[in-house]
């Protein structure tokens, strides 16, 4: 009896510890895997995994950084934390669902969107997907974190003329019911003690 639930407890314990974000998943990084896309309709294509997933870049006005994330079956993007941001001034994200982004950069409307909203050295360390789903103006519909579903496309832009470098964490964790279902299968999957009664 006393090893079954010393077994259940670790079980419930791995499942907290795989499931809460704190591995570090997919690196995309653009000096060493390549530019991101530059075309809503051609975003760089990113599976994100459970866990921190680091995505780092840079852009400048005129030089726009286009994203598809791919998130696991059963999991949700909890938080878009901004690692570091270089510039002293503003930079730009919007976000699709699916796997482009159709709105015309130029067009001076943000319907398409889901999203969106202004970053920039004041929200280093913080996690902004709360401001981009607040993002609810010029068309786009809003919502409200987390996201769940497959496909997302981001749309990154600096809105000024200088060099910003930029890091931020996707942090993608399973949906609650995904746990539960792990924690109660790895209970069903404990070996039974009999009592011997002879």
């Known amino acids: ?26 690196t995309y990084t653009e000096g060493t895997n390549g530019d991101l896309g530059n075309v809503g309709t051609s975003p760089t294509n990113v599976t994100l995994t459970n ?6 870049g840079s852009t400048v006005s005129g030089d726009r950084d286009y994203l ?9 993007l909890s ?4 690692n570091s941001y270089s510039a002293a001034d503003l930079s ?6 699916g796997t482009q982004v159709t709105v015309d950069p130029t067009a001076g409307t943000a319907t398409g969107l889901i999203g969106w909203t202004h970053f920039g050295p004041a929200l280093v360390g913080t996690n902004i997907l709360d401001d981009v789903g ?19 496309s981001f749309w990154i832009q600096q809105t000024g003329a200088t060099l910003t470098n930029y890091q931020f ?3 993608v964790v399973p949906e609650p019911s995904a746990v539960a279902m792990l924690v109660l299968a790895g209970g ?3 070996p039974r003690r009999t009592r011997n009664k002879s």
């Open 188 to 190: 069903w999957l404990l």
């Open 68 to 76: 598809h994330v791919t998130l696991p079956g059963g999991s949700s």
């Open 1 to 26: 009896m006393g090893r079954s639930r010393v077994l259940s407890g670790f079980i419930a314990l791995a499942a907290y510890v795989l499931f809460t974000g704190s591995a570090i998943g997919t």
């Open 169 to 171: 964490d996707f942090v």
């Open 79 to 82: 938080q878009i934390l901004l």
């Open 92 to 97: 730009f994200m919007g976000v699709q669902s």
């Open 134 to 152: 607040a993002g609810n103006t010029n068309g786009a519909t809003g919502f409200t974190p987390p996201l769940t579903g497959s496909d997302y």
């Open 51 to 56: 866990g921190s997933n680091l995505i780092t």
